[in-house]
């Protein structure tokens, strides 16, 4: 029987979170709840410098300080912990080292230099006061021009170079397109740096079991088998001595999907000393030391026909990657994504660009919600609006008559991406219904007449979502990633378990699993516990990233349900003394389909595992299965944002005043989880666009490490939101869905940039859209 044959009625329906519960009335389990017997806590006396030689570390002072445990260094911690490599198959790749502590040199202010380990934080914390460090300042070039530049001071000097990838693609002929063009627009574009906030801070706690010689770890994490698989190599353990568990998590947006030095740290002492270790992180470690993001400028131009046909594309993009390598992904993943997805949705023959990551003393940059798209998307979709200005074409027609239509399906990009199938003409089409576009001009008319600042926006991007083991979501990086595994067993009582690889961190996955695999089972919600989070549960995982749990592990969760269902209708036919095809399962029962005999889950279950020859001993088989889904190449995923802004001309304050979002993330498996994804989403895109930028001075020290200097988006900045679904499906997909976490935060930034460009006709090349960033712009006089 087919996951279609057996009639859902949970995939679909907007039921209410299952995590919700524990997680409002205080009942979560998050790392730092947990309090073992003995623990020592440890704080990280961070460096100071940008980029300095350590020339001596004095630690009398916090060795004698009281409750302390011992203090360590980096040469304390070498026989105890190997450093870790992210590797790369890509040319032109220089990979670095990520040590538990710097060892000679310090490479951006934040780092962790010394641990101190104590009995509580709080003495910890005191005693890493009384450490005296001292630096020798080594040369600093804090932006990717200076780093570039003849000359520049080497973050790392063994890579004779600051220029730690390089990475290029072609299509067409480039240089016939741009002569062929009637128009051509260009720009430069800057999407400034961010960092994921989290509710929860980074933290993590180990325990060492001397009769095993096993290391568990709890970690705020979304890759508890990566981190598990990076313990065993660092700690030379094996796999089977090593697990890593994710409990409950406080969101991550990509900050806890990457091994970070303090879990490196905290592991290999708690080895050491024998004894519980904890770390838990506060926000000015968090804004300083967890991986940032975006930070690419993008210089682009694009070539038009008189008509508006899109003839070709070329950018140069320099990305500041910050100090060098994150742990799996490379210092690739952010800026070669930018110019992977540059493109977008468009139909364009000629395309031709060129990426390169720089390292600078800065927090390396890391997974963040959307990945390189939101930075593309942004230049992509400024320029379609300076390409319609100039051709004297309405935004949406011109995107109309560009974008890849469902007869050029599947599409393969100027940067190789294949889009198989996706709503990118009908979520256009369905985002200026929604917002009633045409009108919406015509309000602008009136607004314009009065004197307002009234601006629309338009943004239509895609993405590679639920990416499978044809493309490694880094580029070249050796780890698959295009995998998921699930096991499923319904126990003797005829209580059903689903473990999955994967680790939740606020998404709502453990009710949308349990939605899939109680319609492959034919089973209750409430007969389900899902397991997940865990390094143990499955032979093999990584985690949650790049929008693939609902794609992936859904699809592994339906297989092996599939194959526990058809277990079970084996033993219930046994049972029944009927065939297997006169037999439906639905509720956690099995009914002969036209009578009234059926058996529950409960009563077969027994049957199978405790009643002695109830079934013969040959045809006796577990209710358990374990199954791999690989979609190989992933699914497009795509959406259309709509944004209507109003700037105040005295105070230059920047209101939303609608928003809508068209998107097609193929079949829904819960509505309230989807639309709580997209509003969440556009919500991190608003802070993108208007708020969040993380800052450095020239040299080289962080200006925005608190929430005073740092601005995050409230509820009085988010508008209400009007979602459309279009549920198209993709093909050669087991469930027909696709990816949708990041999509709000890939769309908003450039919807919001063309709404302030249109309703101001500026320049805006520069992200977040502050006030006194426009104020300047205005005062300035540059026009788009």
Same mark, same amino acid.
């Given at each position: 029987?087919?996951?279609?044959?057996?009639?859902?009625?949970?995939?679909?329906?907007?039921?209410?979170?299952?995590?919700?519960?524990?997680?409002?009335?205080?009942?979560?389990?998050?790392?730092?709840?947990?309090?073992?017997?003995?623990?020592?806590?440890?704080?990280?006396?961070?460096?100071?410098?940008?980029?300095?030689?350590?020339?001596?570390?004095?630690?009398?002072?916090?060795?004698?300080?009281?409750?302390?445990?011992?203090?360590?260094?980096?040469?304390?911690?070498?026989?105890?912990?190997?450093?870790?490599?992210?590797?790369?198959?890509?040319?032109?790749?220089?990979?670095?080292?990520?040590?538990?502590?710097?060892?000679?040199?310090?490479?951006?202010?934040?780092?962790?230099?010394?641990?101190?380990?104590?009995?509580?934080?709080?003495?910890?914390?005191?005693?890493?006061?009384?450490?005296?460090?001292?630096?020798?300042?080594?040369?600093?070039?804090?932006?990717?021009?200076?780093?570039?530049?003849?000359?520049?001071?080497?973050?790392?000097?063994?890579?004779?170079?600051?220029?730690?990838?390089?990475?290029?693609?072609?299509?067409?002929?480039?240089?016939?397109?741009?002569?062929?063009?009637?128009?051509?627009?260009?720009?430069?574009?800057?999407?400034?740096?961010?960092?994921?906030?989290?509710?929860?801070?980074?933290?993590?706690?180990?325990?060492?079991?001397?009769?095993?010689?096993?290391?568990?770890?709890?970690?705020?994490?979304?890759?508890?088998?990566?981190?598990?698989?990076?313990?065993?190599?660092?700690?030379?353990?094996?796999?089977?001595?090593?697990?890593?568990?994710?409990?409950?998590?406080?969101?991550?947006?990509?900050?806890?999907?990457?091994?970070?030095?303090?879990?490196?740290?905290?592991?290999?002492?708690?080895?050491?000393?024998?004894?519980?270790?904890?770390?838990?992180?506060?926000?000015?470690?968090?804004?300083?030391?967890?991986?940032?993001?975006?930070?690419?400028?993008?210089?682009?131009?694009?070539?038009?026909?008189?008509?508006?046909?899109?003839?070709?594309?070329?950018?140069?993009?320099?990305?500041?990657?910050?100090?060098?390598?994150?742990?799996?992904?490379?210092?690739?993943?952010?800026?070669?994504?930018?110019?992977?997805?540059?493109?977008?949705?468009?139909?364009?023959?000629?395309?031709?660009?060129?990426?390169?990551?720089?390292?600078?003393?800065?927090?390396?940059?890391?997974?963040?919600?959307?990945?390189? +798209?939101?930075? =593309? &998307?942004? #230049?992509?979709?400024?320029?379609?609006?300076? *390409? @319609?200005?100039?051709? %004297? !074409?309405?935004? $949406?027609?011109?995107?109309?008559?560009?974008?890849?239509?469902?007869?050029?399906?599947?599409?393969?990009?100027?940067?190789?991406?294949?889009?198989?199938?996706?709503?990118?003409?009908?979520?256009?089409?369905?985002?200026?219904?929604?917002?009633?576009?045409?009108?919406?001009?015509?309000?602008?008319?009136?607004?314009?007449?009065?004197?307002?600042?009234?601006?629309?926006?338009?943004?239509?991007?895609?993405?590679?979502?639920?990416?499978?083991?044809?493309?490694?979501?880094?580029?070249?990086?050796?780890?698959?990633?295009?995998?998921?595994?699930?096991?499923? +067993?319904?126990? =003797? &009582?005829? #209580?059903?378990?689903?473990?999955?690889?994967? *680790? @939740?961190?606020?998404? %709502? !996955?453990?009710? $949308?699993?349990?939605?899939?695999?109680?319609?492959?089972?034919?089973?209750?919600?409430?007969?389900?516990?899902?397991?997940?989070?865990?390094?143990?549960?499955?032979?093999?995982?990584?985690?949650?990233?790049?929008?693939?749990?609902?794609?992936?592990?859904?699809?592994?969760?339906?297989?092996?349900?599939?194959?526990?269902?058809?277990?079970?209708?084996?033993?219930?036919?046994?049972?029944?003394?009927?065939?297997?095809?006169?037999?439906?399962?639905?509720?956690?029962?099995?009914?002969?389909?036209?009578?009234?005999?059926?058996?529950?889950?409960?009563?077969?279950?027994?049957?199978?595992?405790?009643?002695?020859?109830?079934?013969?001993?040959?045809?006796?088989?577990?209710?358990?299965?374990?199954?791999?889904?690989?979609?190989?190449?992933?699914?497009?995923?795509?959406?259309?944002?709509?944004?209507?802004?109003?700037?105040?001309?005295?105070?230059?304050?920047?209101?939303?005043?609608?928003?809508?979002?068209?998107?097609?993330?193929?079949?829904?498996?819960?509505?309230?989880?989807?639309?709580?994804?997209?509003?969440?989403?556009?919500?991190?895109?608003?802070?993108?666009?208007?708020?969040?930028?993380?800052?450095?001075?020239?040299?080289?020290?962080?200006?925005?490490?608190?929430?005073?200097?740092?601005?995050?988006?409230?509820?009085?900045?988010?508008?209400?939101?009007?979602?459309?679904?279009?549920?198209?499906?993709?093909?050669?997909?087991?469930?027909?869905?696709?990816?949708?976490?990041?999509?709000?935060?890939?769309?908003?930034?450039?919807?919001?940039?063309?709404?302030?460009?249109?309703?101001?006709?500026?320049?805006?090349?520069?992200?977040?859209?502050?006030?006194?960033?426009?104020?300047?712009?205005?005062?300035?006089?540059?026009?788009?």
């Amino acid at each position: 029987m087919t996951f279609a044959e057996a009639r859902p009625r949970f995939v679909g329906a907007p039921i209410r979170r299952l995590e919700d519960p524990r997680l409002l009335t205080g009942h979560g389990s998050f790392t730092d709840d947990h309090a073992p017997p003995r623990c020592a806590h440890v704080a990280f006396r961070r460096a100071d410098h940008p980029h300095a030689r350590i020339v001596a570390v004095d630690t009398e002072g916090a060795a004698r300080a009281p409750g302390v445990i011992g203090v360590f260094t980096a040469a304390d911690l070498a026989p105890l912990v190997r450093p870790l490599r992210a590797t790369s198959r890509m040319k032109e790749y220089h990979a670095t080292e990520i040590l538990a502590l710097a060892s000679d040199i310090v490479r951006y202010v934040g780092q962790p230099v010394v641990a101190v380990l104590a009995d509580s934080r709080y003495m910890a914390e005191d005693a890493a006061e009384l450490l005296d460090i001292a630096y020798e300042p080594l040369p600093v070039a804090t932006s990717p021009a200076e780093a570039v530049a003849p000359g520049a001071a080497l973050l790392h000097p063994e890579a004779g170079t600051n220029v730690l990838l390089t990475r290029a693609f072609t299509r067409g002929d480039i240089d016939a397109a741009f002569a062929a063009a009637s128009v051509t627009v260009s720009g430069t574009f800057r999407l400034g740096r961010k960092t994921p906030a989290a509710l929860e801070n980074r933290a993590c706690l180990a325990e060492w079991d001397h009769a095993r010689r096993a290391l568990t770890i709890h970690a705020a994490t979304g890759i508890p088998g990566v981190l598990r698989d990076a313990l065993a190599e660092c700690l030379d353990l094996p796999g089977t001595r090593v697990r890593v568990i994710a409990g409950d998590v406080g969101g991550s947006f990509g900050g806890k999907g990457s091994v970070y030095p303090e879990e490196l740290a905290v592991a290999a002492l708690a080895r050491k000393l024998g004894r519980p270790v904890k770390w838990t992180g506060d926000r000015m470690e968090d804004l300083t030391a967890t991986s940032q993001a975006f930070d690419e400028i993008v210089t682009a131009e694009l070539a038009l026909a008189a008509d508006g046909t899109m003839l070709g594309l070329r950018a140069d993009v320099l990305g500041d990657i910050g100090a060098g390598s994150i742990y799996p992904w490379t210092a690739a993943l952010e800026p070669v994504q930018v110019v992977s997805f540059l493109p977008g949705p468009y139909r364009i023959a000629a395309y031709a660009a060129r990426v390169r990551g720089v390292a600078t003393p800065k927090s390396p940059t890391g997974p963040y919600r959307g990945v390189g +798209r939101p930075a =593309a &998307t942004f #230049a992509m979709e400024r320029l379609v609006d300076l *390409a @319609a200005a100039r051709l %004297g !074409l309405d935004p $949406a027609e011109l995107r109309r008559r560009n974008l890849v239509t469902a007869e050029e399906f599947p599409y393969r990009t100027g940067s190789g991406l294949i889009w198989d199938r996706a709503g990118f003409q009908e979520s256009l089409a369905a985002a200026c219904d929604a917002g009633n576009y045409a009108a919406l001009r015509e309000e602008q008319a009136i607004a314009r007449g009065a004197g307002r600042w009234f601006g629309i926006g338009l943004a239509t991007y895609a993405e590679l979502t639920g990416i499978g083991s044809r493309i490694a979501v880094a580029p070249g990086m050796p780890i698959n990633t295009g995998t998921e595994t699930s096991s499923i +067993r319904i126990d =003797a &009582t005829g #209580a059903v378990t689903a473990a999955f690889g994967i *680790a @939740a961190h606020g998404q %709502g !996955l453990e009710t $949308a699993l349990a939605q899939v695999v109680a319609d492959a089972l034919g089973c209750r919600i409430e007969d389900i516990a899902i397991l997940q989070g865990d390094s143990a549960l499955v032979p093999s995982s990584t985690g949650t990233y790049a929008s693939r749990s609902a794609v992936i592990a859904g699809g592994a969760g339906a297989l092996a349900a599939r194959e526990v269902r058809r277990k079970l209708l084996r033993a219930a036919a046994l049972l029944l003394e009927v065939a297997e095809a006169d037999l439906d399962a639905t509720d956690g029962i099995v009914r002969v389909v036209g009578t009234d005999r059926s058996l529950t889950f409960r009563e077969i279950a027994r049957a199978v595992y405790s009643e002695m020859g109830r079934i013969p001993r040959d045809r006796r088989e577990d209710l358990a299965a374990s199954e791999t889904y690989d979609p190989y190449l992933g699914t497009a995923a795509c959406a259309t944002h709509l944004a209507v802004v109003e700037v105040d001309p005295e105070t230059y304050h920047i209101t939303i005043r609608a928003y809508y979002v068209a998107e097609d993330c193929g079949r829904i498996i819960n509505p309230l989880i989807v639309d709580g994804q997209v509003q969440g989403g556009v919500a991190q895109g608003i802070g993108a666009a208007l708020l969040e930028d993380v800052v450095y001075d020239g040299a080289g020290q962080i200006l925005t490490a608190s929430f005073v200097d740092y601005l995050l988006p409230t509820a009085a900045e988010i508008p209400p939101i009007g979602i459309t679904h279009l549920e198209l499906p993709p093909p050669d997909n087991l469930l027909g869905v696709r990816g949708m976490g990041e999509g709000g935060t890939i769309g908003a930034p450039a919807a919001i940039a063309n709404a302030v460009a249109d309703a101001l006709g500026l320049a805006i090349t520069d992200l977040p859209i502050t006030p006194d960033r426009l104020f300047r712009l205005l005062a300035s006089g540059e026009t788009a």
